[in-house]
């Protein structure tokens, strides 16, 4: 397979750091709002902060990829002698979990690492340091990925079915 250049941009997320202070997720939430900047919705955010009071944890996790299929199985997480739910620190847009999806429309949000900026605005407003962006080039194998457009369709197929979808669609085709 031809191989190409890939620039990877990663978030490393120092967990112990962080106090539950949310900022990110508003900041998160108020960038992808449309027109921008013009609500805050933490529902929105491509990144959550995952707490356990009773536990003292604190977690932000980075909305990932739209997975199509549930997990076979179930992880388990022993964080300092205490067990976390099995999906809690997952990155993943499935349809086990409404973390991650557009509240109204039900389309999978991922991570566009703030797209147009010079560094995630998520990172910039951490004023604990929990979050540490980095730029490195690696070579990869050239693939066919679907694109967002392709991935939200799946995903609204997966939870309604190709019948509803083509209804909806008809109906908004007669309205155009
Ligand atoms: S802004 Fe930083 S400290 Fe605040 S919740 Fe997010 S990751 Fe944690
Ligand atoms: S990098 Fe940008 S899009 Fe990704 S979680 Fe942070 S604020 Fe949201």
């Known amino acids: 397979m031809a191989k190409m250049k890939k620039k990877v941009k990663t978030i ?66 022993i964080i300092a002698g205490k067990e976390y739910d099995e999906c809690a620190f997952c990155r993943a847009v499935c349809s086990t979990r409404d973390i991650f999806k557009e509240p109204d429309t039900g389309l999978p949000l991922k991570c566009d690492m703030c797209e147009g900026e010079d560094e995630p605005l998520c990172v910039q407003v951490c004023l604990n340091d929990v979050l540490v962006y980095e730029e490195r080039e690696e070579e990869v194998e050239a693939e066919d990925k679907p694109d967002e457009l392709e991935q939200s369709l799946q995903a609204l197929l997966d939870d309604h079915g190709l019948e509803k979808l083509a209804d909806i669609l008809a109906r908004m085709a007669e309205k155009a």
């Open 12 to 77: 490393t997320v120092n967990a112990d750091k962080c106090n539950g202070c949310r900022a990110c997720e508003i900041i998160c939430s108020s960038f992808h709002a449309t027109p921008k900047y013009s609500s805050v919705n933490p529902a929105r955010s491509r990144i959550q902060v995952v707490s356990h009071r009773l536990k003292d944890i604190m977690f932000p996790v980075v909305a990932g990829e739209y997975a199509p299929a549930e997990c076979m199985g179930r992880d388990k997480y």
